[in-house]
Structures are given as C-alpha cells and as structure tokens.
C-alpha cells in the first residue's frame, strides 16, 4: 500500500477488517442486552468495549485508502474514540452507587426442578460409596 492519495488497500484486509468490525458489534449486542437485563454494571462495560472496538475496526477499514496524513489525523480519532468505554463505565458506576439495586437473579439453582434433579443426581451416592471405598486416614480424622 503506497501513500497516494487514491491509493487502495488490499480486498484480504479490507475483508478481514470487516468481518471483525461487524464481530464486535454482534458481540456488543448479544452482551448489552444480557447487561440490560441482569442489571450487570460489569457486562455493560465489556458490552461498550465491544462497541468501541468496531467503531475502531469501522474506522480502520475507512482510512485503509486515505493517505498517512489524514491516517495520522485518524489515529487520533481512535484516541478519542477509545477513552468511551471509560467514561460510559464511570458513568454507569455511579448511577449504581447512587441508587444500588441487586442484579435480578437468574440462576436455575433456586427451582425446585433443579434441587431435585440434583438430590436425585448419582452424586451424592457416589461421594458417600466414595469414603467407604477409601476411609480417611486415622491421623486426619477429627478426635
């Protein structure tokens, strides 16, 4: 790739820098709504870092057939464009400091279902055939 003005990129990188791009922004969806529907401070913050990453990518495939200056002139748009997620998780973190609220649980373990496939699981029958078949030795046995 020269530094002229209409020069192009190569079509492989073109292509590679694309599928990341759109990567990213599914990644950011899929992960923004989990986070907006647990209430996961955590899971927003990565969900916005994904977002940020395909602004960048996005941005990238653009100035790929721009010359260095304006390439240049483009890396420090990507420093802006980086210092989002911060501030869109600090922003985030205080909201929940102000006004905590527990994140809505969604593990299966508090169902009935699932305590009692776990009580009828061979676990616990094995465990308890486990220690017959090999006692705890005399000396780390309780006194």
Known sequence: MNDNPGS??????????????LLNLGYFGVEFAVALRIGSVSLFADSVDFLEDAS?????LVALAWTARNRARTGMVLAAILLIPG????ATAWE???APVAPVSTAPSRSPATA???????GPRFFRR???LWP???SSRPA
């Open 96 to 98: 929940k400091i102000n």
């Open 136 to 138: 705890t030795p005399r």
């Open 8 to 21: 192009q990129a190569d079509p492989a990188l073109q292509r590679t820098v694309r599928l990341v791009a």
């Open 130 to 132: 486990a220690t017959t």
């Open 116 to 122: 009692g496939t776990v009580a009828a699981s061979p």
């Open 56 to 60: 960048v990518n996005l941005l990238i």
């Open 87 to 90: 501030v869109a998780t600090l």
